[in-house]
């Protein structure tokens, strides 16, 4: 079971950029799969969660407006949307999954077992 993360950056404010996280060694038919984050000096925190099992998502109160997850093009892909991007979105964005949960709301709020590798956003002007 891996995870691996793709598409961070450097960006402007404003812009929009997508992440994609791919999943190797199961099939995205069950388990949830959530985007966490962690900004220098604070803790990791979930942003987005989607269920694989019947594509219902959550997010926390923060992330409703800007970020976006749903299945990526390429297979046994899930993608996060970011628009509107400020520096405080700076930060290290993971993907991660646990094979035994499907709910996307308890994924969120319990945190995956298995991380990918993170991918780095920067905003700044």
């Known amino acids: 079971v891996q995870l691996q993360a793709s598409g961070g950056g450097s960006v402007q404010p404003g812009e929009s950029l997508t992440l994609s996280c791919a999943a190797s060694g199961f099939t995205l038919n069950r388990p949830a799969i959530g985007w966490f984050r962690q900004a220098p000096g604070k803790e990791r925190e979930a942003v987005a969660c989607l269920s694989t099992n019947n594509d219902i998502t959550y997010y926390p109160d923060f992330a409703k407006d800007r970020f976006t997850v749903s299945r990526g093009k390429a297979k046994n892909t899930i993608d996060l949307r970011i628009d509107n991007l400020t520096p405080e979105d700076t930060a290290v964005y993971y993907c991660?999954?646990?094979?035994?949960?499907?709910?996307?709301?308890?994924?969120?709020?319990?945190?995956?077992?298995?991380w990918g590798q993170g991918t780095l956003v920067t905003v700044s002007s």
């Open positions: 991660g999954t646990d094979l035994g949960q499907a709910s996307s709301y308890a994924l969120c709020h319990r945190r995956p077992t298995t």
